[in-house]
T-cell receptor, first 115, second 111 residues
């Protein structure tokens, strides 16, 4: 099973709302990732968790707050977003090891619209 | 730093045509190389991978060979179908587990 699930599939939120995106994997992977993707562009890395600890934050604004409650779950808490934050948010997971890592498996994404 | 360059699209082909999407990379050391495919409205799917020089990755009729001498990982398929219409991303495994993506190539296959 190489499935990564994400909920919700679509989300519309106002700039004053608080919402959360959820991601789950049951492949036993110990690295999980959040990406932001604009239309027809490559995904941009936001955060990396390794063994449930935040290992990389790509200078993401504090209105995005990640959380990794356990090895299977990854959340992204959203607060006071801007319209330019509208995008497809992708979660991915992979094994951990070596200097250069392994292939990542992606979820279907959450399409976020900020009004 | 590490980088990936792939041919710009969009690429438009007729069904059953031969496909090549060029990908070249710059990296220190020995990264793994990947092709991901993204169908409209979906996430990225791993299409194939190669972990060392001269490895050939293959899946669903697509192939790519890790060429260290030319720092390339070109994607090929002998006969494309309408269902292959998607955006294709070449990527390498960067330091710290990061994926370094190319800009993506949009493929449109006409019946």
């Amino acid at each position: 099973d190489t499935e990564v699930t994400q909920t919700p599939k679509h989300l519309v939120m106002g700039m004053t709302n608080k919402k959360s995106l959820k991601c789950e994997q049951h492949m036993g992977h110990r690295a999980m990732y959040w990406y932001k993707q604009k239309a027809k562009k490559p995904p941009e890395l936001m955060f990396v968790y390794s063994y449930e600890k935040l290992s990389i934050n790509e200078s993401v604004p504090s209105r995005f707050s990640p959380e990794c409650p356990n090895s299977s779950l990854l959340n992204l808490h959203l607060h006071a977003l801007q319209p330019e934050d509208s995008a497809l948010y992708l979660c991915a997971s992979s094994q951990v090891g070596g200097d250069r890592g392994y292939e990542q498996y992606f979820g279907p994404g959450t399409r976020l619209t900020v009004t | 730093g590490d980088s990936v360059t792939q041919m710009e699209g969009p690429v438009t082909l007729s069904e059953e045509a031969f496909l090549t999407i060029n990908c070249t990379y710059t990296a220190t050391g020995y990264p793994s190389l990947f092709w991901y495919v993204q169908y409209p409205g979906e996430g990225l799917q791993l299409l194939l991978k190669a972990t060392k020089a001269d490895d050939k990755g293959s899946n669903k009729g697509f192939e790519a060979t890790y060429r260290k001498e030319t720092t390339s990982f070109h994607l090929e398929k002998g006969s494309v179908q309408v269902s292959d219409s998607a955006v294709y991303f070449c990527a390498l495994s960067g330091w710290g587990g990061k994926l370094i993506f190319g800009q993506g190539t949009e493929l449109s296959v006409k019946p």
